[in-house]
Structure formats: structure tokens, C-alpha cells
T-cell receptor
Framework: DAGVTQSPTHLIKTRGQQVTLRCSPK?????VSWYQQALGQGPQFIFQ???????QRGNFPDRFSGHQFPNYSSELNVNALLLGDSALYLC????????????FGPGTRLTVL | QKEVEQDPGPLSVPEGAIVSLNCTYS??????FMWYRQYSRKGPELLMY????GNKEDGRFTAQVDKSSKYISLFIRDSQPSDSATYLC?????????????FGKGTRLSVIA
């Protein structure tokens, strides 16, 4: 079992650009949550996808959007990038029908110049 | 006031020391309290979780929750250099795979051989 995988590992963008990050959940999981971890901070919940729909959302602007595919993998899109969007973006997968923990991927480090 | 407060450290201890890590929180609805360990360039991994008040022990790790004081602790006995990592406390109202987690900033721990 490969666990939660994320791509790419690192990404450098300039202000105003758009970015897409990808996540494949752990085998058997159907729910994907995205978190933003700024340098020196704890992860902050962005949103969660289940059955290809956004189910819950944290305090993030509409520039942050996502998608979930039928195979449960997910994308996080960020438009009009700001310097403050530089962070480690973590994907966590879980099973909606289980009280099991959320498993985190290694993250994608986004740098906005 | 942030929902979860955690001293970011850094904390440096000699090998074999007892380490005490702490968080305070403001939301009395939190019932589940977790400790995650995050190595450099990795995603967080769950160490322990505790429901409501009380203690829980797992090997060299002990988690304590005092809901009356809104204070949680993680103790590491006989600390090892391999324990060097960032420790994140996290909390939630429910313990299900689809419940967003609220994290502290994390405390960076270095155990010196």
C-alpha cells in the first residue's frame, strides 16, 4: 500500500499565476481533505471532498477550489496566486464510514515569487 | 485568541530526558485530542489520540487531557535522537474520518545524543 501520494513535490510559481496540486488517497479511502501549512504554523483546513463534491470548507477564499474524481483522487487549484499562498499543501485521506484516523501525504511545497 | 495555542519552541534536550509538550485551547466543544509527529519534509503522522479527559499511555509516550483547564500534554520518556521532529497537537469535536482537525503551531524538538 503506497499510502497517500501527492504531486508534485515542489513547485515554484509567480504572483498571479494559477496552480494545480494532486492527491491520490490511501487504498480503501473515499474522502480527501486539503490543509495548508505555512512555515512555522500548524496545518489549516481548506476543504474536504467526498462523492466528488465539496462537503466542508474552512476559512479560505474562493481562489481555492478543488475537484474529486470517480477514483477518489483529488486536485487543489489556486488562482491568482499571492505571496502569502507559499506553504506546504497537505492532503489527508480517510474513510467516511470509519472512525479511522486521517492519513496525511508528504505534501507539496509551493513557493510563490 | 487562536483556538489552539502551542509554544513553537524550539526545544532541545539531551538523550534520555523526559520531554513535556503542551497545548491550550479555547473551544469547549473539542472532545478528541491528538498528537501528531512531523519529520522534516514529511506529512504529519498520528502518535496518539485521547477522548475527553484522562491519560493514555503508549510505550514511551503518555498523553494527558484536562478539559476543565482546556490543557493537554504529551510526555516522552527516555527521549531518543529519533524523536527529533515537530510535534503538533490537534483537536476535533468528533473523531471520524471526515471531521476537520484544528492544529496548534507545532513544537520543534531536538534530542541531542
Amino acid at each position: 500500500d503506497a499510502g497517500v501520494t501527492q504531486s508534485p513535490t515542489h513547485l515554484i510559481k509567480t504572483r498571479g499565476q494559477q496552480v494545480t496540486l494532486r492527491c491520490s488517497p490511501k487504498s480503501g479511502h473515499d474522502t480527501v481533505s486539503w490543509y495548508q501549512q505555512a512555515l512555522g504554523q500548524g496545518p489549516q483546513f481548506i476543504f474536504q471532498y467526498y462523492e466528488e463534491e465539496e462537503r466542508q470548507r474552512g476559512n479560505f477564499p474562493d481562489r481555492f477550489s478543488g475537484h474529486q474524481f470517480p477514483n477518489y483522487s483529488s486536485e487543489l487549484n489556486v488562482n491568482a496566486l499571492l505571496l502569502g499562498d507559499s506553504a506546504l499543501y497537505l492532503c489527508a485521506s480517510s474513510s467516511r464510514t470509519s472512525s479511522d484516523e486521517q492519513f496525511f501525504g508528504p505534501g507539496t511545497r509551493l513557493t510563490v515569487l | 485568541q487562536k483556538e489552539v495555542e502551542q509554544d513553537p519552541g524550539p526545544l532541545s534536550v539531551p538523550e534520555g530526558a523526559i520531554v513535556s509538550l503542551n497545548c491550550t485551547y479555547s473551544n469547549s466543544a473539542f472532545q478528541y485530542f491528538m498528537w501528531y509527529r512531523q519529520y522534516s519534509r514529511k506529512g504529519p503522522e498520528l502518535l496518539m489520540y485521547t477522548y475527553s479527559s484522562g491519560n493514555k499511555e503508549d510505550g514511551r509516550f503518555t498523553a494527558q487531557v484536562d478539559k476543565s483547564s482546556k490543557y493537554i500534554s504529551l510526555f516522552i520518556r527516555d527521549s531518543q535522537p529519533s524523536d527529533s521532529a515537530t510535534y503538533l497537537c490537534a483537536m476535533s469535536v468528533y473523531y471520524t474520518g471526515n471531521t476537520p482537525l484544528v492544529f496548534g503551531k507545532g513544537t520543534r524538538l531536538s534530542v541531542i545524543a
